[in-house]
């Protein structure tokens, strides 16, 4: 195989072509799942895999494949990917670095006369975003089976479309049963990411290597108070049920903070009232929590306390509730020959790595169940992420894809 040759400007020039493909105004990114900017964002990347030469295939939940057969199909693949999904004012590298990243490593790979003995596959995972659905990570669940079929049937966005009305308009066909995976149909998982974290940025370092991920879940609380004219309601009879989120939302964080785990992390990430009038009292609201740690006895204990917590704030405030677990996942143990793999690619190109804890959650969480798993992580500005001025550099970029690629190489020999 001839040296490898990254090619960083057609890299970053396709990564700002994608982030030009938004619901909102650039440089701020939204592309929320089955909407028409991600069947762009789709249809862009499906058109760079043709390009490639990749073979593409989409399932039921419009999980998207493209394939670079090997000689032996009779081996199970080796598989890298991400998301192009994007949340309400985000970044342009979120998911992206890890979708657009692989096609430039194959192209990097075919360049250098590199011939794969095994197929390395590409995956477009559907809806790593909590966006449309309120649970993260929806085609990688429903391909290990965390997720069943039947909850993802019901699933609904805000407006009360089922995810079978969205995946119509998606051009999904198929019954969702079928994107269930069969263990080890992949030899490996390997998702290339930022860090969406400041460690490496402040190490100065250029390559994370992920050994653990983080365990998520995720509350969703519904309030029923009683509204009235914000000026003819007196203080002592008011059920405000906006006044009982907010007491919610503090118990999150005093649950969050009282661990004694630093790494419990407890956010309210979405609070909706209604009427939402400025001269009237709230008499709905709408709460969806997010609580994680990487130890599973802290995250249980502090969701257990919120849970405790809830039914105690509504009643001394004469609100009705209702509260609903989402999601509690158990965290992901990557593989450690994986792991060492990619320590060794760094050390053979000179790059200085770190293996580490990922806080943030991805599809590579739920991949664990299906095949042996690691990330590639590389450095971004502040640990910004989830937010317009997320950045990795250039140089930072095709580091990553560099290890990617020769991980790759050794994965599919």
Same mark, same amino acid.
């Given at each position: 195989?001839?040296?490898?040759?990254?090619?960083?400007?057609?890299?970053?020039?396709?990564?700002?072509?994608?982030? +030009?493909?938004?619901?909102?105004?650039?440089?701020?990114?939204?592309?929320?799942?089955?909407?028409?900017?991600? $069947?762009?964002?789709? #249809?862009?990347?499906?058109?760079?895999?043709?390009?490639?030469?990749?073979?593409?295939?989409?399932?039921?939940?419009?999980?998207?494949?493209?394939?670079?057969?090997?000689?032996?199909?009779?081996?199970?693949?080796?598989?890298?990917?991400?998301?192009?999904?994007?949340?309400?004012?985000?970044?342009?590298?979120?998911?992206?670095?890890?979708?657009?990243?692989?096609?430039?490593?194959?192209?990097?790979?075919?360049?250098?006369?590199?011939?794969?003995?095994?197929?390395? *596959? +590409?995956?477009?995972?559907?809806? *790593?975003?909590?966006?449309?659905?309120?649970?993260?990570?929806?085609?990688?669940?429903?391909?290990?089976?965390?997720?069943?079929?039947?909850?993802?049937?019901?699933? @609904?966005?805000?407006?009360?479309?089922?995810?079978?009305?969205?995946?119509?308009?998606?051009?999904?066909?198929?019954?969702?049963?079928?994107?269930?995976?069969?263990?080890?149909?992949?030899? #490996?998982?390997?998702?290339?990411?930022?860090?969406?974290?400041?460690?490496?940025?402040?190490?100065?370092?250029?390559?994370?290597?992920?050994?653990?991920?983080?365990?998520?879940?995720?509350?969703?609380?519904?309030?029923?108070?009683?509204?009235?004219?914000? %000026? #003819?309601?007196?203080?002592? %009879?008011?059920?405000?049920?906006?006044?009982?989120?907010?007491?919610?939302?503090?118990?999150?964080?005093?649950?969050?903070?009282?661990?004694?785990?630093?790494?419990?992390? %407890?956010?309210?990430?979405?609070?909706?009232?209604?009427?939402?009038?400025?001269?009237?009292?709230?008499?709905?609201?709408?709460?969806?929590?997010?609580?994680?740690?990487?130890?599973?006895?802290?995250?249980?204990?502090?969701?257990?306390?919120?849970?405790?917590?809830?039914?105690?704030?509504? @009643?001394?405030?004469?609100?009705?509730?209702? $509260?609903?677990?989402?999601?509690?996942?158990?965290?992901?143990?990557?593989?450690? #020959?994986?792991?060492?793999?990619?320590?060794?690619?760094?050390?053979?190109?000179?790059?200085?790595?770190?293996?580490?804890?990922?806080?943030? =959650?991805?599809?590579?969480?739920? $991949?664990?169940?299906?095949?042996?798993?690691? $990330?590639?992580?590389?450095?971004?500005? @502040?640990? =910004?992420?989830?937010?317009?001025?997320?950045?990795?550099?250039?140089?930072?970029?095709?580091?990553?894809?560099?290890?990617?690629?020769?991980? +790759?190489?050794?994965?599919?020999?």
């Amino acid at each position: 195989m001839q040296p490898l040759a990254i090619n960083e400007q057609r890299l970053q020039r396709q990564i700002d072509e994608l982030a +030009l493909i938004t619901e909102a105004e650039p440089p701020v990114v939204m592309r929320v799942i089955f909407s028409e900017a991600d $069947m762009r964002g789709r #249809a862009f990347v499906k058109n760079l895999c043709r390009e490639a030469g990749l073979v593409l295939r989409e399932d039921a939940v419009g999980n998207i494949f493209a394939r670079w057969e090997g000689s032996d199909k009779n081996l199970p693949p080796v598989a890298s990917g991400s998301h192009i999904d994007a949340i309400p004012n985000a970044g342009k590298y979120d998911g992206v670095v890890g979708v657009l990243g692989v096609i430039e490593a194959i192209r990097a790979l075919q360049q250098a006369g590199f011939q794969p003995k095994r197929s390395i *596959e +590409l995956i477009i995972f559907t809806s *790593e975003e909590p966006t449309r659905f309120g649970i993260g990570c929806l085609g990688s669940r429903l391909f290990s089976g965390v997720l069943p079929v039947a909850k993802a049937a019901a699933l @609904k966005d805000r407006d009360g479309k089922t995810l079978d009305e969205w995946r119509k308009i998606g051009g999904c066909k198929g019954d969702l049963s079928s994107v269930l995976l069969p263990k080890d149909c992949y030899a #490996a998982f390997v998702e290339l990411h930022i860090e969406q974290g400041p460690i490496l940025e402040a190490e100065n370092i250029d390559i994370g290597v992920v050994e653990k991920i983080a365990a998520p879940s995720t509350l969703r609380v519904g309030l029923t108070g009683v509204g009235g004219h914000a %000026g #003819a309601t007196l203080m002592p %009879g008011r059920r405000d049920a906006l006044l009982a989120g907010a007491e919610i939302a503090l118990a999150v964080e005093r649950a969050a903070t009282t661990t004694g785990s630093p790494d419990t992390v %407890g956010t309210t990430g979405v609070f909706r009232i209604e009427p939402g009038a400025v001269n009237s009292v709230p008499c709905r609201a709408w709460l969806e929590i997010d609580l994680r740690d990487t130890l599973v006895k802290t995250r249980d204990g502090a969701l257990e306390k919120i849970e405790r917590a809830v039914p105690e704030i509504c @009643k001394r405030r004469g609100v009705e509730f209702q $509260m609903e677990r989402v999601n509690v996942d158990a965290p992901a143990i990557c593989d450690a #020959a994986l792991v060492q793999t990619v320590v060794e690619v760094c050390g053979e190109l000179k790059l200085p790595v770190k293996k580490m804890i990922s806080r943030a =959650y991805h599809d590579t969480l739920f $991949m664990a169940q299906v095949c042996p798993t690691t $990330m590639i992580f590389i450095p971004c500005f @502040k640990g =910004y992420s989830h937010r317009p001025d997320e950045y990795s550099s250039p140089e930072q970029i095709k580091n990553g894809v560099t290890v990617l690629a020769h991980t +790759l190489a050794k994965l599919a020999e």
